[in-house]
């Protein structure tokens, strides 16, 4: 397909991950324009799902930090469609359990490493956002942009002040 793309087929996801908490102005101004914000866990508080809600809709899954009595009705993997597009969610990438291809999946989001990275293993892309929450050791935070659109996907890193 060529030409300009119309509204119905590029989509913008904002992906973010490890707030610990902690939902920076820079953050929610990054996240401005999705159509639907990811989180992959470590939430650390409902303010931050709260706050983001108020944006777009959100799809959370509970991380490991995630222990308190509203973090139990946070699922621990997820799944949403986007501009027909899976997505599979879940917050440590070392726990998945299933083969994403065969799913049906073409991305899988995950965080719990705090350390952004983008890569394609058969055929699926392996989306981390980053740690948006405190910063941890010198890693950079950060959250992540999904483009959705006719040029397949395409992820966007966004350093946030510290």
């Known amino acids: ?3 300009p793309l119309s509204a119905s087929n590029a989509h913008l996801v904002g992906v973010i991950s490890d707030t610990h908490g902690l939902l920076r102005a820079g953050a929610l101004a990054a996240l401005a324009g999705c159509e639907r914000i990811v989180h992959a866990g470590d939430v650390g508080s409902p303010d931050v799902l709260a706050r983001l809600a108020a944006m777009a809709p959100v799809t959370a899954v509970r991380g490991n930090v995630d222990v308190e009595r509203w973090a139990r009705e946070l699922p ?11 997505i599979f969610v879940l917050h440590d990438l070392s726990r ?12 899988v989001i995950s ?3 705090h ?17 948006a ?3 941890r050791f010198r890693l950079p935070v950060g959250l992540a942009r999904l483009h959705i659109d006719d040029r397949g996907l395409r992820p966007e890193f966004v350093e946030l002040e510290p």
């Open 1 to 3: 397909m060529s030409g």
């Open 76 to 86: 621990e993997t997820a799944a949403v469609e986007i501009g027909g597009t899976w």
């Open 96 to 107: 998945l359990d299933l083969d994403p291809a065969a799913a049906g999946f073409a991305v």
């Open 111 to 113: 965080g719990h490493s």
């Open 115 to 131: 350390r952004p990275e983008a890569r394609t293993e058969g055929g699926v892309l392996f989306l981390n956002p980053g740690s």
């Open 133 to 135: 929450g405190p910063r």
